[in-house]
């Protein structure tokens, strides 16, 4: 069949594969975004549709390549005069080689190198590979590849078979690029953790044979200059050959477009995913300290994963987020960790300096979806998204950003999330008695994460700004903007802010609230000193509130945002509690704090909060300022 016909075919085979496999797709212009971040879109895309050509010819060469005639053998696959007195010296040397061999579009041609040279005596030639599941196309796919004469061993079974023939003075040749799973050793490759083989190295520390590297440079349709070099590497320490020859493969996949596209990406050597559930688990790292040290690689410009998470819409979750987050962040710290979350919550989570990046959410309005896909344009290929939202908005904006593993957690038995969320947590246990934090912290151990909690307060960030103490102070956090029924009454806290005033002749109080909040505060604030009281309701960013609770000597709080701050930076700390439970929402940092709750109410809460007297909050003050 004229090659044109099986290029046209190749080509069509390659356009439907894309189509039909959009996350293989995927995979590879996540591989190339990831190898070539300085590339553009436009360029990605152009080597992923011609990668998906190839491994159609591919496909076709390793059916076609024994019946190939000597005479279009030596037409098609040509080596240069260096080249072929490189291989010339090998099998003059009679004392064997090993041979790696990347996964190039043409790699079939290595089994044919005999009908190539063949004006010299060749040696007994092993090639070792991965075999099919398939009995029928492994047995065809067998007989085809030796039908030059080289012998094909199982990488699971043919170990010995291999030894053998390099003991007697022969090669060996494998394919060295392929992942090897969890029992494989851990290196670098374009700045990412891979799993090798640690054969090459088993086999040179046993025969101390030459090593040598070879591939095909394709130049056209089943047409290539065959390319061989020796390695130079470590002698005294044989897994630097693995070093050297991924560091090589690196180099020619960044020589020119042709070369990128001709090596598999759809392979996915780097699987950071690949786990079953256990999507977030670490790696084991054999090996990786002397890939970054042999190789010159900073450990910090290693990144393995890339996670985004949507974060909670109100301060107080977001808060209980932020310890779980800290964690993730220790147990992976060769993670990039982008956080997506409201405008009025960017400066705050940038200065926490938990997250690589913090990104702002758009606008609610008709254009709003739209405007999520401009998110992915910045950030196209996350590896794991995690939603900390339970809403239908949440679960779109899951799908929209495109990550193969998407996490979330279910209390309320929806079984239509799992469209949207693919790895959903749905906690067995009683959600009326276990913490929000916990919950997500018991959702990342589902998928990977084993290591202990820290719920140790944090420090203030230097770029936050400090302002400078000048007064004794008690902060009050009086409102609530989406449950006002928390709220205690405006009475209570003017009669509380009078005893304290009393008793207390240095102390200054704070009184804090959104906007939308200012009504009631100015009701608490109305007959009182206004030079021993500041009312803030309103006139805080988030950022600034923290700075103020910062230095508070006190803070008294019902269930809401601010007092999950005040909590969070290791305040002392008040809680009023009644309607709301504070089994599933209370301070979770480990810090001072007391639970006012009124008389008989259990911690779960359902007890107006006006019930709680102003004795009791005036007894926990006076016992937290002792």
Known sequence: MPKCILRLLCIV?????????????????????????????????????????????????????????????????????????????????????????????????????????DDVDWPEVGVIYRPFDNRSLEKFIKYTREGCGMKLFSRKKGIFE?????????????????????????????????????????????????????????????????????????????????????????EILGVDENVCSDWLWAHDRWKVVAHGTKNLAKRRCEWLSQSQKYLNIKPESVINLHVMVRMPNWLGDIIMAVA????????????????????????????????????????????????????????????????????LRGDIEAILMGAPKRIGTDTKNRPYRKIFINNLYESGADTGFLHQTKLWKNALNEFGIECEDNLSPFKLCTNMGIVPKAKRTIGMVCGSINTPRKRWPAKSWRILIERIHEIYKDVHVNLYGTKADAVFIDEIS?????????????????????????????????????????????????????????????????????????????????????????????????????
């Open 526 to 626: 109305l007959f009182l000193n206004r030079e021993r009281i500041s009312n803030l309701a309103g006139k805080t960013s988030i950022l600034e509130l923290a700075n103020y609770i910062q230095r508070d000597v006190l803070v008294v709080a019902i269930d809401t945002g601010g007092m999950h701050l005040a909590n969070m930076f290791g305040r002392p700390l008040i809680c009023i509690y009644g309607v709301t439970n504070a089994l599933v929402t209370g301070p979770i940092f480990d810090a001072d704090k007391m639970i006012i709750m009124p008389d008989s109410c259990p911690q779960s809460g359902g007890f107006p909060t006006e019930d709680i007297t102003i004795e009791s909050v005036l007894k926990a003050v006076q016992l937290m300022l002792k």
């Open 13 to 117: 085979c390659g356009s439907v594969a894309m189509f039909v496999m959009p996350s293989r797709r995927r995979l590879v212009l996540s591989n190339l975004y990831y190898a070539f971040p300085r590339r553009s879109a436009l360029w990605r895309r152009k080597v992923c549709r011609e990668n998906f050509f190839r491994l159609i010819e591919l496909g076709l060469l390793s059916i076609a390549g024994s019946f190939l005639s000597r005479k279009r053998i030596k037409t098609d696959f040509k080596l240069s005069k260096e080249d072929k007195r490189v291989i010339s010296q090998v099998l003059a040397g009679k004392q064997g080689a090993i041979v790696l061999v990347p996964h190039f579009t043409l790699m079939e041609s290595m089994t044919l190198l005999p009908k190539i040279v």
């Open 324 to 391: 779980v987050l800290r964690t993730l962040k220790y147990y992976r710290s060769d993670m990039e960790l982008i956080l997506i979350c409201q405008k009025q919550f960017v400066d705050f989570l940038a200065a926490l300096e938990i997250a690589d990046k913090v990104v702002q959410l758009p606008e609610k309005n008709s254009k709003y979806f739209l405007n999520i896909l401009k998110i992915k344009d910045i950030y196209p290929y996350p590896d794991v998204y995690i939603s900390l939202v339970s809403s």
């Open 162 to 250: 291999a030894m053998q023939i390099l003991k007697n003075n022969g090669i060996i040749s494998l394919l060295f690029d392929q992942n090897s799973g969890d029992s494989g050793h851990r290196m670098i490759f374009f700045n990412r953790l891979i799993a090798s083989t640690d054969l090459p190295a088993l086999l040179y520390q046993k025969f101390k044979v030459p090593v040598y590297f070879l591939y095909p440079m394709r130049v056209g349709f089943w047409k290539a200059n065959i390319k061989i070099k020796r390695l130079n590497f470590d002698e005294n320490d044989p897994k630097t050959i693995l070093f050297v020859a991924n560091r090589h493969l690196e």
